[in-house]
């Protein structure tokens, strides 16, 4: 099946500051890459997301770039602010062999955005 | 529209009783799912149902059963409740599966 790797696990950034946050994933036929944000206590929600034919994707002050030969992507957030600090999961799809697709989340990035 | 919605928020269990989390969705997405979180941990897929009728096992299915009788509701059912099933379960629903699943407010767990 497939593995998602995230880094850091936790991450500190001053106010005004770039983030960025790492994953890899093990299975070269994945071909859906979603970032959620989950606030405290808050259900996920979807942030941004690139397909396997992308290599970049950007809103606003948010931006993810994939790489499909090193199988890893990243989410960049810059100009962070105090309510950006939340815990952000990468995530990839992957057909399974009944023919659907799964999503397999990494453990997720605790961000804080010291103000 | 009221998105996906869970209920109930909280529920304690005591070990070898049995409930159903209920999961219902407005948005007459084909595509649902039940994740649990453990804390410091991602999402796990427990079930997923690409349509009424039709239901498949996730990565973690032991201990669970679902059904899919309509578009709108996917409700999971614990039997047996152990510790081990302590956790925040998540339903989500999607127009398709590789598309934005949107997620309901969660149920928050405690089997003791």
């Known amino acids: 099946g497939e593995n998602v790797e995230q880094h850091p696990s936790t991450l500190s950034v001053q106010e005004g500051d770039s983030a960025v946050i790492k994953c890899t994933y093990s299975d070269s036929a994945s071909n859906y890459f979603p970032w959620y944000k989950q606030e405290l206590g808050k259900r996920p929600q979807l942030i941004i997301d690139?397909?396997?034919?992308?290599g970049e994707k950007k809103d606003q002050r948010i931006a993810v770039t994939l790489n499909k030969t090193a199988k890893h992507f990243s989410l960049h957030i810059t100009e962070t602010q105090p309510e950006d600090s939340a815990v952000y999961f990468c995530?990839?799809?992957?057909?399974?062999?009944?023919?659907?697709?799964?999503?397999?989340f990494g453990k997720g990035t605790k961000l804080s955005v010291i103000p | 529209n009221a998105g996906v919605t869970q209920t109930p928020k909280f529920r304690i269990l005591k070990i070898g009783q049995s409930m159903t989390l209920q999961c219902t969705q407005d948005m007459n997405h084909n595509y649902m799912y039940w994740y649990r979180q453990d804390p410091g941990m991602g999402l796990k897929l427990i079930y997923y149902s690409v349509g009424a009728g039709i239901t498949d096992k996730g990565e973690v299915p032991n201990g669970y059963n679902v059904s899919r009788s309509t578009t709108e509701d996917f409700p999971l059912r614990l039997e047996l409740a152990a510790p081990s099933q302590t956790s925040v379960y998540f339903c989500?629903?999607?127009?398709?599966?590789?598309?934005?699943?949107?997620f309901g407010p969660g149920t928050r767990l405690t089997v003791t």
């Open positions: 989500a629903s999607s127009y398709s599966q590789t598309y934005e699943q949107y």
């Open positions: 690139i397909r396997s034919n992308v």
């Open positions: 995530a990839a799809s992957l057909r399974s062999g009944a023919g659907s697709y799964q999503l397999t």
